[in-house]
């Protein structure tokens, strides 16, 4: 599958931002799907993430009640819905998906990942 992220920009803290995330190939009903940021300096990190079947969900803390997942499987698409952007929030940010086949968890670590998107930049300013 191949993966293309879109969206991101700079924005006031306090602002919000969609970020989308398109794939290509292989059958997307089948991925669980995970959001990443790197921030220069810092491990790559998940941010949120959301199981094949779209009913499990993972945040991580510092995003909690501020960022939501969502995924289109008809359009093929995973989002990134973040409200109330802080300036710890600049980072560029990764899609990535994975072929489960069967599972219904969520994927949290980077490792688990094979298909990643190309990045999207999102700079917040305080």
């Known amino acids: 599958v191949q993966l293309q992220a879109s969206g991101g920009g700079l924005v006031q803290a306090g602002g919000s931002l969609r970020l989308s995330c398109a794939a290509s190939?292989?059958?997307?009903?089948?991925?669980?799907l995970g959001w990443f940021r790197q921030a220069p300096g810092k491990e790559r990190e998940c941010v949120a993430a959301?199981?094949?079947?779209?009913?499990?969900?993972y945040y991580a803390d510092s995003v909690k009640n501020r960022f939501t997942i969502s995924r289109d499987n008809a359009k093929k698409t995973v989002y990134l819905q973040m409200n109330a952007l802080k300036s710890e929030d600049t980072a560029v940010y990764y899609c990535?998906?994975?072929?489960?086949?069967?599972?219904?968890?969520?994927?949290?670590?980077?490792?688990?990942?094979?298909?990643w998107g190309q990045g999207t930049q999102v700079t917040v300013s305080s």
């Open positions: 990535a998906a994975e072929d489960v086949i069967l599972s219904r968890g969520v994927l949290s670590l980077a490792r688990e990942y094979d298909s």
């Open positions: 190939g292989g059958t997307f009903s089948r991925y669980a």
């Open positions: 959301i199981s094949r079947g779209g009913g499990s969900l």
